[in-house]
C-alpha cells in the first residue's frame, strides 16, 4: 500500500506479515554472563529475513511500497536490541558483527540500514553515557517493547530554529524538521532544538498531538526510507525527555560522526554486493544471437567476465574499506572503556579462531592487539579527542574511496547486457541511483577537506555536535579542537506504538 506524496501520513500501517519462525527475538533471558552472539550467529538468526527482504525490494522500488512489513520482521526480530548490553537482556554484540549485518541487510535492500540509522545512533548515545535508572528504563523499552527510534534533526538554514519552552506550565516544542529519516516507522523521534540560547535534544512520542509526519521526499534514490518533513505544532513532551549539553563528554561526539557515516558506508557496501549479485544473476542464463553467427552464451565472453570480475573487486574493496573503519572506531571505543575484563573478553575472541570466519579473526585480533599496544605504550594517556578523532580521519578516507568504487560498480553493470540491462522489470538503475543518494550525504568534498587539513596541519574535524553547541551554524565546515560536551539522562514514558508512512531520506548532513 503507498500513499501519494505532500499528503499527512496516515495513523496506522499495513499489517506486517509474519516474520519468519528462525529468527527469535533478543530478550531478557539471555545471560549477561555469556559471550555476545558471534557475526556468524548473528548472520544465520537474520539472514531468514534478510532473504525474504531481498524478494520484494524490486517490487518496492517499482511501485513505491514502503517496507513497514520488512521493518516490522527486524524488529520482532530483536534487530533494535543488538548493541544494547547483555546484562540489559540485548544482545550487546560489536560494532564489526552489526556492521556486517547492515551490509547484508543493504544487499537486500538499501532503504532498510538508513531508515534504522536514527535508532542505531539513539543507542549509540545511551552506550556512551554513564549507567542510570533513565539508561536501563530505555534499554528495557528497547528490548522489552522493542520500541523503535526516527531521526528528525536537520533545517533549512544555517541555525536551528526548533524552540523548546514553557508555556502555561507545560513544556512544549515548535518547528520543522526536514530529512528526517525513518520517523515515519518510529515510536519516538529523536530531535533538536533550542531553550533560549542553549542547544538541547529531545525525544518525542511519534504520536503525540501536534506530530505531523509528511510523506514529500521526492528524491530519485532511497525513495522507501521514512524521510520527509516533520512538524512540531505545540507538542507537548515530558521535560525528562530534553537532554541539555553540559562539559564533561564521556565521549567524543566525534564517535557519533563517525558512526552515522558508517552506516551510509555499509549501505553503500551492500549495494555493491547487490550489484554482483544481481548482475551475475542477470547474465547466467542469457543468450546472445544479435551481430554474432548464430548463438553464444554471454557468460563465457571473455569481456562479460572482466566486466563482471571488475565489479567482484569492487565490492570486495568497498565492503573491506569500511569494516576497517570500523574497526578503527571500535578500537578507539575499546581504549577508552576497557578495564580488565574486556581486555580478556578481547583475547580470549581472538583464540577462539574456530568460532569465527576469517574477518571476525581479523576483528577479533586487531582488536586485541590494539588494546595490548595501548597498554604497553601507555596510549591511554593520549586525549580522547585525538583517539577519536583519529578514527574518524580514517572513517572519512573510506568515505572517499567506497563512493567511487561503488557509483563505478553501480555504472559497469550495464555492460554486461546492452539494453536489455536497462529493462524496468528487473530495476538495476535503482542501484546506482540510492547509491548516488546516499553518497549526497555529508558532501565528500567537505571531508576531503578536512582529511588535506589534518594531513598538512595535525587539525582534527570538529562534530556537529560540538559547533552547534559553540553556537556555530550546523551546515560551516569546521575543524578546531572541540570542548566536548555531554548529554544528560532522559526518562522514557510508555507510549503506544503508531506506525505510518512514508518515503524518502537525507541529502544533506545531520551529524
Known sequence: MTFAPDTEAPDTAAPATEAPATAAPATAALSASRAAPSTAQILARFRPIIARIAEGAVERERERALPFAEVEWLREAGFGALRVPRQHGGDGVSLH??????????????????????????????????????????????????????????????????????????????????????TLFADWIWSSARRGDEPVALAVPADAAGVTRVDDWDGFGQRLTGSGTTTFDAVEIDPRHIVSFIDGEPRPHSYVTGFYQLVL????????????????????????????????????????????????????????????????????????????????DALESADALEHADALERAAALESA??????????????????????AVIRVFQAQQIVIGQVLEATTLLFEVGGASATSDRIRLDRLWRNARTIASHNPAIHREQALGDYVLNDVLPLAWHDRVAAGAPATTPQHTTPQHTTPQHTTPQHTTPQHTTSAGTDTRSNR
Open 97 to 182: 558483527t552489526l556492521f556486517a549485518l547492515l551490509i547484508e541487510l543493504a544487499s537486500a535492500d538499501s532503504n532498510l540500514p538508513q531508515l534504522l540509522r536514527g535508532h542505531l545512533g539513539f543507542v549509540e548515545t545511551q552506550l556512551g553515557l554513564d549507567d542510570s535508572p533513565t539508561r536501563t528504563e530505555w534499554f528495557r523499552r528497547i528490548v522489552s517493547d522493542r520500541i523503535l527510534f526516527g531521526n528528525a534533526q536537520a533545517e533549512r538554514g544555517p541555525d536551528t530554529q526548533t524552540v523548546v519552552e514553557e508555556r502555561d506550565g507545560r513544556w512544549v516544542i515548535d518547528g520543522t524538521k526536514y530529512y528526517s529519516t525513518g
Open 369 to 390: 592487539a590494539a588494546i595490548d599496544t595501548a597498554d604497553a605504550a601507555g596510549l591511554d594517556g593520549e586525549s580522547e579527542h585525538e583517539r577519536y578523532g583519529e
Open 265 to 344: 558506508l555499509a549501505a553503500l557496501s551492500g549495494i555493491a554486493d547487490a550489484a554482483l549479485r544481481e548482475t551475475a544473476a542477470f547474465v547466467r542464463p542469457r543468450r546472445r544471437t544479435f551481430g554474432i553467427p548464430g548463438e553464444s552464451s554471454p557468460r563465457h565472453d571473455p569481456l562479460v567476465q572482466r566486466v563482471v570480475g571488475r565489479v567482484s573487486a569492487l565490492a570486495f574493496s568497498a565492503r573491506s574499506n569500511t569494516l576497517a573503519a570500523v574497526g578503527a572506531l571500535e578500537s578507539a571505543d575499546a581504549l577508552e572503556h576497557a578495564d580488565a575484563l574486556e581486555h580478556a
